[in-house]
């Protein structure tokens, strides 16, 4: 039996009206379809998933080919499109001093490679990230789908999205605020390269307080990530570049790492995230103020 | 050869046959029906449901008549005159009969007796004549399955014999304890044949639930019916004195009996019209498949009834019929429901749709289950009424119907309200707010609803 519950002449005018009663009570976010749902309805499947955009034949401009979404990539589809659609979201952007991680990382390289670890950028992000979301407690939250409760979690995990051959995945590190550097940076590389092989257990992914996605490796200087649901923000980490900073008597060659930050706005306001990514960048800048 | 042509041809006038013809014909298509009975109306009308409704009424009557003793009325030893209510019930067919010829005349239904077969995807013949067609709905409908070993003996009956009333024997008995089955005992039973009731399966009504049936058993019982459940039937030999019946299970032992009804199911008649000529897919039971819109593997030809399968019942078969003449005219039509009653016309009546709370088990489904027992309804009491339940499943969080079952007089009328409900999605709470007339028996659906919500006052 179905889920939905609809009259027998509303599901008599849905099938008039080629309207899916299950796409249209999911769009509606219903259980119980009406007439006048369905009347609204519109004209077709189209009115329901919007198919109409996309059942075009691509063919009669040209020559095309095509390969089948792997369920995989479907799944993330509509993860995506669900959350770009569902969460008001803003992207704020700013930019962060890495000289002194990068002088310490430059420092640690030996012990680095006496322990067989890659001490990235991206280790340190995540530490700092840690930190602030412990500054911000009402950054590492979720809203209740009815959206009445706001559910504050005092554990800190950290997402990291990793692209490979099979799509997107974000695998978890868990309780960040309790590992040093050296654990982090060894479970950013394990689960980056069992993310390639598709080898992420379930138990592995999901429950993160926020997620970073960093394209760092590969360019750019600012994009607007999708918010990972139902995380209140990602934040989105770009190449670092030397930029000319005004040190108040002259230009000084700096390696800055754009840091982007889309929020929930239904949760965060514009000016905490300002201040979040302003003392986000200022650990960043300072990595000894993460112990502090 | 000149070749007859028919735009829209329904081969078979039964109820579900004559419902598409004449729902074609109101939408405008030009329609001939096929069936080779003098009569329309198939087994449903002519040897099936109607005629087995009137002689259970004049079995209700008998019933009745000696029920009131207890309340001071006696009308003494009915007297049957067998031709007589044989004639009765004739009567009433061909009343209905007829009535369905005026019906098709109006429409300018052309019906054709004859016996139809396919010769290709667009090509019959009927009765040797060759005729060609645009779109074809076989409603071909069933027939009782015969027992494979059993002796050629005019002594056992299938339902259709049965319901000839040639005869009231002495010692009848009844070979599955279906519905068919059951109607047959409550008949004979009432007309003073000593009857003993075969059923293979644990339970009389195989499929019903459980605690309903024990109801219905326990009163055949009392009205001298004989049941043996979990019983089947090994062998069969036929004297001039009697029909020696073998059973083997939870009763070991012969049963004798002056004669026996077959009543162990129907089959479809899917071969009869030799569907594969068209291309028409039928397995080896004779069912044609359908969709929800009733079309076959061939875009052209449609199927309805029984001929596509369980359940075979009257009413779905009428719904399916509508469907198909409206999607043959281009209309969206589709039979999109998984609601479909069933009654068992015995007395007291049995009357269930949906899930019963064993399959609920079974299958996991999240499920409670209410009952009003009948000994607490005024009306029921008032009108000489026996033992009945109504009983209700339903899902514990949304409280939505998933499933009813009322054992009681009218039981098959009463059931209309759950299926409704089961229809428009109602939950307990719009069946107990909703008033209802008293004291009526349908107060006990009510009664269930309000009792699921603790807001019951009457228990």
């Known amino acids: ?292 | 050869m000149a070749v007859n042509h028919a735009e829209f041809v329904v081969l078979g006038a039964g109820p579900g046959g004559y419902a598409c013809a004449f729902r074609a014909a109101d939408l405008g298509l030009n329609v001939t029906l096929v069936d080779p009975r003098a009569d329309l109306g198939g087994v449903c009308l002519n040897e099936g449901c109607i005629p087995s409704k009137a002689l259970l009424h004049a079995a209700e009557v008998i019933r009745e008549a000696r029920h009131v003793g207890d309340w001071g009325i006696s009308f003494g030893e009915p007297k049957i005159d067998l031709n007589k209510l044989r004639e009765k019930k004739n009567g009433i067919v061909k009343h209905l009969t007829d009535g369905l010829t005026g019906l098709a005349k109006r429409r300018k239904v052309n019906v054709v007796r004859g016996t139809a077969s396919f010769t290709g995807p667009t090509g019959l013949e009927i009765d040797g004549a060759a005729w060609s067609f645009d779109q074809a709905v076989i409603a071909v409908g069933s027939s009782p399955v015969r027992l494979p070993g059993w002796p050629d003996d005019e002594r056992i009956w299938d339902s259709g014999s049965a319901l000839e009333l040639r005869q009231v024997p002495k010692r009848l008995a009844i070979v599955g304890g279906g519905i068919i089955g059951l109607e047959m005992a409550t008949i004979y039973a009432a007309l003073g044949s000593n009857v003993t009731i075969i059923e293979f399966m644990e339970q009389i009504a195989p499929g019903a639930d459980a605690e309903a049936v024990r109801i219905l058993h326990d009163v055949l019982q009392q009205q001298g019916v004989i049941i043996h459940t979990g019983t089947k039937v090994v062998e069969v030999k036929a004297t001039k004195a009697a029909l020696g019946l073998s059973c083997e299970g939870v009763f070991d032992g012969e049963v004798k009996a002056d004669a026996v009804i077959q009543a162990v199911g129907r089959s479809a008649n899917g071969h009869l019209v030799n569907p594969q000529a068209a291309g028409v897919a039928i397995d080896a039971r004779g069912i044609i498949a359908v969709d929800a819109t009733c079309r076959t593997n061939v875009d052209n030809i449609f199927a309805i009834g029984d001929v596509t399968g369980n359940p075979m019942l009257a009413h779905r078969a009428t719904h399916q019929g509508h469907v198909a003449a409206e999607v043959a005219c281009g209309h969206a039509g589709a039979l999109d429901t998984d609601f479909i009653p069933s009654v068992a016309y015995t007395s007291p009546e049995l009357a269930w749709v949906g899930l019963i709370a064993a399959t609920a088990k079974e299958r996991g489904i999240p499920h409670k289950v209410s009952r009003f027992p009948w000994a607490a309804s005024g009306r029921n009491l008032a009108s000489g009424g026996g033992d009945g339940m109504t009983k209700l499943v339903y899902d514990p969080d949304t409280k939505r119907i998933l499933g009813a079952t009322i054992i009681g007089r009218n039981a098959g009328e009463l059931l209309a309200e759950l299926v409704l409900a089961m229809e428009m999605g109602a939950t307990l709470e719009d069946i107990a707010l909703t008033v209802h007339a008293h004291p009526t028996l349908s107060e006990t659906i009510a009664f269930a609803s309000e009792r699921a919500l603790g807001t019951l006052t009457d228990l």
């Open chain 1, 1 to 292: 039996m179905s889920d939905v519950t609809a009259s027998p002449s509303v599901r008599a005018l849905a099938r008039e009206k080629q309207i899916d009663l299950e796409i249209l009570a999911k769009d509606l976010g219903r259980t119980t379809l009406t007439r006048e749902d369905v009347a609204a309805g519109a004209s077709g499947p189209a009115a329901a998933d919007g198919t109409i955009y996309w059942d075009v034949d691509h063919s009669q401009y040209g020559p095309v080919s095509e390969e089948p979404m792997s369920r995989f990539a479907q799944v993330a589809a509509q993860n995506l499109a669900a959350a770009q659609t569902l969460i008001p979201a803003v992207t704020h952007h700013d930019r962060a001093d890495v000289s002194a991680i990068e002088t310490f990382r430059k420092a640690l390289k030996p012990e680095a490679e006496a322990r067989g670890v890659k001490l990235t950028g991206l280790a340190f992000q995540v530490k700092a990230l840690a930190r602030a979301l412990k500054e911000f407690p009402r950054f590492n939250a979720s809203l209740s789908a009815d959206g009445k409760t706001l559910t504050l979690k005092h554990y800190i995990h950290i997402g990291i999205a990793v692209d490979s051959p099979f799509g997107l995945s974000v695998p978890v590190i868990r309780d960040v605020d309790k590992k040093g550097l050296w654990e982090i940076a060894a479970d950013i590389g394990d689960l980056a390269a069992r993310a390639q092989e598709r080898k992420v257990r379930p138990n592995e992914m999901g429950g993160a307080s926020m997620t970073i996605t960093n394209l760092g490796g590969i360019g750019g200087t600012a994009f607007s990530p999708i918010v990972n649901p139902p995380e209140l923000a990602i934040l989105g980490i770009t190449r670092a570049e030397i930029t000319p900073i005004w040190d108040g008597e002259m230009f000084q060659p700096v390696p800055m790492v754009p840091l982007d930050l889309s929020y929930d706005h239904r949760v965060i306001n514009g000016a905490d995230a300002a201040r979040f990514t302003t003392y986000l960048v200022n650990l960043i800048a300072d990595p000894r103020r993460i112990m502090v």
